[in-house]
């Protein structure tokens, strides 16, 4: 089984440029998610879709982060503009969830954003 | 602010040790709690899971522990082997499928 497939996998920009990370999910994945992950820290989820709609963006920064998952299948991530803030990881996952009776996410191996 | 808290921060084990990580939540409504690993370079994995109804789960070397009345649970690794060094972040969901981690705790297993 193909896992979760990001790109690209680094990234280096300067601060106020705009950029913009993929994600395709595990085939059959309902559940999306993408996180932020700051170095030493554990992953903060920024948001979360149930196939093309958006179930929770809570911690999305809206001024400069948006997110969208076309077709329910695979998501786009971006930002615009970035500060120097933003240099983290940025994961996609996809679950099974809320069919499957399980709560396992499934990582990708991140993005890694360096803001300059 | 942070519901889930995680302790150490790091932790070198030699090989064969055990390596004990400890979790503290605040939220009783969580129902949930995974541990992932994560390797460097790679998203984390899912290593084991707990719900609240059991004390403990033992998968392998792996065991959790689980203490509902102090809202605290925790990963033993058993025989700790150098594949196991990697970064270790236990988590807890409230019902909606949503995960939040604890901080993690790098381990490092030396030979």
């Known amino acids: 089984e193909a896992g979760v497939a990001q790109s690209p996998r680094y990234k280096i920009i300067e601060k106020r440029q705009s950029v913009a990370f993929w994600c395709n999910p595990i085939?059959?994945?309902?559940?999306l998610y993408w996180y932020q992950q700051i170095l030493g820290q554990g992953p903060k989820l920024l948001i979360q879709?149930?196939?093309?709609?958006?179930?929770?963006d809570s911690q999305l920064p809206k001024d400069r982060f948006s997110a969208e998952r076309l077709k329910g299948v695979d998501s786009t991530l971006k930002i615009q503009p970035a500060k120097l803030e933003d240099s983290a990881v940025y994961l996609c996952?996809?679950?099974?969830?809320?069919?499957?009776?399980?709560?396992?996410?499934?990582f990708g191996p991140g993005t890694r954003l360096t803001v300059l | 602010q942070q519901q889930v808290k995680q302790s150490p921060q790091s932790l070198i084990v030699q090989k064969g040790g055990i390596s004990i990580i400890n979790c503290a939540y605040e939220?009783?409504?969580?129902?949930?709690f995974p541990w992932y690993q994560q390797f460097p370079g790679k998203g984390p994995a899912l290593l084991i899971a707990?719900?609240?109804?059991?004390s403990e789960k033992k998968e392998g070397r792996f065991t959790i522990s689980f203490n509902k009345s102090a809202k605290q649970f925790s990963l033993h690794i058993m025989d700790s082997q150098p594949g196991d060094s990697a970064t270790y972040f236990c988590?807890?969901?409230?019902?909606?499928?949503?995960?939040?981690f604890g901080k993690g705790t790098k381990l490092s297993v030396i030979p």
């Open positions: 996952a996809s679950s099974l969830a809320p069919a499957g009776g399980s709560n396992e996410q499934f």
């Open positions: 085939s059959g994945h309902a559940t």
């Open positions: 879709f149930q196939n093309n709609g958006v179930v929770d």
């Open positions: 939220n009783t409504a969580f129902d949930y």
């Open positions: 707990i719900r609240p109804d059991v």
């Open positions: 988590a807890a969901e409230a019902g909606s499928y949503q995960l939040t």
